[in-house]
């Protein structure tokens, strides 16, 4: 008979409830009695197990509930209601450093930080040399930690926490931060803390961290609980939801049209929209999918030069595409009185996940090299926005665009190269 798996966790219709004051004088009043103050219900009757070394990710929007989740399974604060039952010792990373004294030196800190998360003397003097060569701190150990960058407190903080021993591991978007190399390094101790059979529960909106230590993912929308599942399922699916929101604030972003340029009376940019394939107003869309822009201009006299601009910048500035409607469409330059619709249309969009934002100008010269405003008949400078996500590669960066390629494998049939 197979012996069912011991439960590391177990919530059983727990909630978290808040009182707020909106000023000390309500304060005061809450203390005397007087009133309840705002009620805030950070947690809703959440239920679940987990069981013992099963790594779990908590994932949610602001708000959703996942710090309060963990403080309360780090027993920092207590249900107001249901049970909370956590099977073996339990170490929390909440904050990195909050214990940290910036007058005493990173050694002073280390012994205070371990002493306060169980350690005793003899057990910090074994692992002390341990803790700071992994925190790459040898040569400053003994200085004041006010001297110290803010990497260094964190690879010092992470190094004395992860070294306590523990059964359950809470983790509260520390791998947030620290370089490139350094959160490489933690991951390398999480997977050996769960490969010992470690209990971890991670929160971070990092999915690419959640799928990568996680096999299990929660995930919590105020204060309840939305999914619970497999963490790549689970993931796509909150992933669903903030690509519909993003829609519906992109969409709200991109509502405004162009301001007029009141020096010109010849022609003006009425709108900019986005378009999928179908032929519908979207804003989020996937890499590789149809992206078509619509620009409407009214032209009020005749023109004889007159060529229509898209620029597309990354969501830092950098310039990802440009296009021109004399040069890249072959549309000439010379238009009559009327209302025009110039279309740009990317046939399997190449950029890669990211927010952008457009930028349509209506120039007069393509040849003049004068960059000011009487080279324009009008621009719409970044005032049109779109978003290209990736359903299908959550935890994979692929830089900027896409580059189609094709990969092929052959094993050779001669003997190897020596």
């Not at 390398?188 to 991670?202: D, I, P, S, V």
């Not at 959640?210 to 309840?224: D, F």
């Not at 440009?322 to 469409?329: A, E, H, K, N, W």
């Amino acid at each position: 008979m197979k012996t069912a798996p011991l439960q590391a966790v177990t919530a059983s219709h727990i909630s978290k409830t808040y009182r707020l004051a909106t000023s000390p004088w309500a304060r005061l009043q809450m203390l005397a009695g007087k009133t309840q103050g705002n009620i805030v219900q950070a947690i809703r009757d959440l239920s679940f197990e987990i069981p013992q070394g099963q790594a779990v990710g908590i994932i949610g929007r602001n708000g959703s509930g996942k710090s309060t989740l963990i403080k309360l399974l780090s027993q920092l604060a207590a249900p107001t209601s249901g049970s909370l039952r956590l099977n073996g010792r339990v170490q929390a990373l909440l904050e990195l450093g909050t214990a940290f004294h910036p007058n005493f030196s990173g050694r002073e800190n280390l012994y205070f930080s371990a002493s306060l998360a169980g350690l005793t003397r003899k057990e910090i003097l074994q692992q002390e040399k341990a803790i700071i060569d992994f925190a790459e701190l040898a040569e400053v150990i003994d200085r004041p930690l006010h001297t110290y960058s803010t990497g260094m407190r964190m690879r010092l903080a992470f190094s004395i926490a992860t070294a306590v021993p523990c059964d359950i591991l809470l983790l509260d978007e520390v791998l947030a931060v620290g370089d490139g190399f350094f959160t490489m390094r933690c991951y390398e101790r999480m997977t050996a803390f769960h490969a010992r059979g470690g209990t971890m529960l991670l929160v971070s909106h990092d999915l690419t961290s959640i799928l990568r230590i996680t096999q299990r993912t929660l995930w919590l929308e105020g204060g309840q609980l939305i999914r619970d599942g497999e963490s790549r399922d689970v993931v796509r699916a909150y992933q669903d939801a903030i690509h519909l929101d993003e829609e519906e604030r992109l969409r709200q972003l991109s509502t405004q049209t162009p301001t007029p340029n009141a020096n010109n009376s010849s022609v003006g940019l009425n709108a900019v929209q986005t378009f999928g394939a179908a032929g519908n107003i979207q804003h989020v869309f996937k890499v590789g999918e149809t992206l078509q822009v619509h620009c409407t201009l009214q032209v009020f006299t005749d023109i004889g030069d007159l060529h229509v601009a898209l620029t597309i910048y990354r969501s830092d500035g950098v310039v990802a595409a440009q296009t021109f409607s004399s040069l890249d469409g072959n549309l000439g330059s010379t238009y009559s009185p009327g209302t025009y619709v110039a279309q740009i249309t990317f046939a399997s969009l190449p950029l890669g996940v990211g927010h952008y934002e457009m930028s349509v100008a209506l120039i007069k010269d393509l040849n003049e090299k004068s960059s000011g405003r009487q080279n324009y008949y009008d621009v719409g400078n970044k005032k049109f926005h779109f978003s290209v996500v990736d359903t299908e590669h959550i935890s994979v960066e692929r830089g900027l665009v896409r580059v189609p390629v094709q990969w092929t494998l052959r094993k050779n049939q001669g003997s190897p190269l020596s």
